[in-house]
Structure formats: structure tokens, C-alpha cells
T-cell receptor, first 114, second 117 residues
Framework: AQSVTQLGSHVSVSEGALVLLRCNYSSSVPPYLFWYVQYPNQGLQLLLKYTSAATLVKGINGFEAEFKKSETSFHLTKPSAHMSDAAEYFCAVSAMNRDDKIIFGKGTRLHILP | GAVVSQHPSWVICKSGTSVKIECRSLDFQATTMFWYRQFPKQSLMLMATSNEGSKATYEQGVEKDKFLINHASLTLSTLTVTSAHPEDSSFYIC?????????????FGPGTRLTVL
């Protein structure tokens, strides 16, 4: 079974500050890990994904995430927040080389303070 | 590339009526499509997985007779909410996986907001 835990349903950072959104996963098999962003009343856009290649994954819009197996974590970071980054962020996990269901975390709403 | 559309983007219906939502992969063939439901300020919950030409696989707790899924072609899947009730009001999102060896990528549609009066 797989699951994802996102720490903090709401995170607020000042514009220009570091963004850190936390995600821990549980998986009985090697995982694929994803971060998605959702703007109000819209679908999901893939930010980045980990698929067993490099542990540091770079995505769109300046985001990156690091897969740490020892900590079962896949935290999302961005060095400098922009107002346009305000959105809901979902961490997700699926089983590598097995089925392709994606299990989503509960989401973290990122607020950017001017 | 890899665009998924949903139609309609929003729908309002009376209680007891049925509503059909379409999910289309516009520039690729999708052997597998997924239907999710999202309540306000909550995460996406997988409802069912549909494979082209076969019956959908429903997640535990999802009523297959209430949420009818048809995946008749490699570019179209439909979700029909039968005899809709106010508690069915939600944001429904589909995703599609291209029919390629790489199985880790799903592309999401923009969602359909259903309001049942």
C-alpha cells in the first residue's frame, strides 16, 4: 500500500523568500513521486516527477525536489517565491513498474505575502 | 502536446437527473484513463480506472451503478452520474495515460464542476 503525507495544509511565505513544502511517502515498492500544482477551478499541472534517475529533480517554474529514501521524503523547494506561485500543491506517489494509480496527498495551499 | 480536455467545464442539474462528462485526449491515444473526484479544499480521490474496450475498475466505496464509465475509444472516456443528488456535487477531474511503455505519466484535464440542485 502507498500513502503520502503533506505536512501543513497552509504555508505562507513572503515574496522572494524560500518556499519549502514538505512531503513524506510510504510505499512497499520503489515509488514514483510527483508534485502537482492546481490553480483555482483548474485541473492539475505536473511540476516535476521522480522516476528513479537523479534524486534531485528539477521542474518547471523554478521548483525542485529531492528524493531522500532514508527519510522517505520528497520535499518541494523554490529559492525565491513569486506572487504567481500562490496555489494548491499536491504531492503524489505511484508504484514503479506495477500499476499506475496515483495516490495524492491532501494538498498544501501556498500563500505568498507581499 | 499531451492535452486532455473535459466537457462540460461546469454543469448545473436538478436532483434525479443524469449528467454525462466527457474526457478526451486531444493529441495522443490513451489506453488508460482515470476519474477523480475532488471536494472543496480537499485532495483528489481516485474513483475508477478505465481501460479502452474493457470494464472500468472502481475503487472501494464507489458505486459503479451510480457512476457509469465508458471508454469506447482510445481518445474518449465518459463518466455518467446517474440520478444525481446534491451530495454528488463536486469537481470531477479525469486524467489520461498515453499508450506507451513509459507508465509514469498521466495528463490531467481541467476538471468539470458539477452542481446538483
Amino acid at each position: 500500500a502507498q500513502s503520502v503525507t503533506q505536512l501543513g495544509s497552509h504555508v505562507s511565505v513572503s515574496e522572494g523568500a524560500l518556499v519549502l513544502l514538505r512531503c513524506n511517502y510510504s510505499s512497499s515498492v520503489p515509488p514514483y513521486l510527483f508534485w502537482y500544482v492546481q490553480y483555482p477551478n483548474q485541473g492539475l499541472q505536473l511540476l516535476l516527477k521522480y522516476t528513479s534517475a537523479a534524486t534531485l529533480v528539477k521542474g518547471i517554474n523554478g521548483f525542485e525536489a529531492e528524493f531522500k529514501k532514508s527519510e522517505t521524503s520528497f520535499h518541494l523547494t523554490k529559492p525565491s517565491a513569486h506572487m504567481s506561485d500562490a496555489a494548491e500543491y499536491f504531492c503524489a506517489v505511484s508504484a514503479m513498474n506495477r500499476d499506475d494509480k496515483i495516490i495524492f496527498g491532501k494538498g498544501t495551499r501556498l500563500h505568498i505575502l507581499p | 502536446g499531451a492535452v486532455v480536455s473535459q466537457h462540460p467545464s461546469w454543469v448545473i442539474c436538478k436532483s434525479g437527473t443524469s449528467v454525462k462528462i466527457e474526457c478526451r485526449s486531444l493529441d495522443f491515444q490513451a489506453t488508460t484513463m482515470f476519474w477523480y473526484r475532488q471536494f472543496p479544499k480537499q485532495s483528489l480521490m481516485l474513483m475508477a480506472t478505465s481501460n479502452e474496450g474493457s470494464k472500468a475498475t472502481y475503487e472501494q466505496g464507489v458505486e459503479k451503478d451510480k457512476f457509469l464509465i465508458n471508454h469506447a475509444s482510445l481518445t474518449l472516456s465518459t463518466l455518467t452520474v446517474t440520478s444525481a443528488h446534491p451530495e454528488d456535487s463536486s469537481f470531477y477531474i479525469c486524467s489520461a495515460r498515453p499508450g506507451q511503455a513509459n507508465t509514469d505519466t498521466q495528463y490531467f484535464g481541467p476538471g468539470t464542476r458539477l452542481t446538483v440542485l
